[in-house]
C-alpha cells in the first residue's frame, strides 16, 4: 500500500467516523489558516526578490527568485488540497446531521 492510499484511507475513516470529523475539521481549519499566511508571506518574499533582482542585481538574483516560487507554487498547491479536503468533511458533517 503506498502512500496515497495510505491517506486516502485514513481520510475516509476519518469522514466515517462521528466523533473523529468535528476534530478533523477543527484541526484542518488551524492548517489552512497556517498554510494560508505562509503562501502569502512566501508569494510576498518572492515579488520582493523577483523585482529587486530584476532592477538591482547586486540585491539579488532573478534566479534567486525561482526557489522561492517553487516553495510559493507548492504551498498554494498545499492550500487548495487542504481546503477541498475541509469542504468535503464539513459536506459530510452536514449530510450526516
Do not use: C
Not at 14 to 28: G, N, S, V
Not at 61 to 88: C, Y
Amino acid at each position: 500500500m503506498n502512500y496515497l492510499e495510505r491517506a486516502d484511507a485514513k481520510f475516509v475513516a476519518q469522514a466515517a467516523d462521528d466523533y473523529q470529523r468535528p476534530a478533523t475539521i477543527e484541526h484542518l481549519s488551524g492548517v489552512r489558516r497556517t498554510t494560508w499566511w505562509v503562501a502569502i508571506l512566501s508569494t510576498v518574499s518572492f515579488l520582493i526578490i523577483f523585482f529587486l533582482g530584476a532592477f538591482h542585481p547586486t540585491f539579488g538574483a532573478v534566479g534567486g527568485a525561482i526557489g522561492i516560487g517553487f516553495i510559493t507554487m507548492s504551498q498554494w498547491v498545499n492550500l487548495m488540497k487542504v481546503e477541498s479536503d475541509l469542504r468535503l468533511l464539513k459536506v459530510v458533517e452536514m449530510l450526516r446531521r
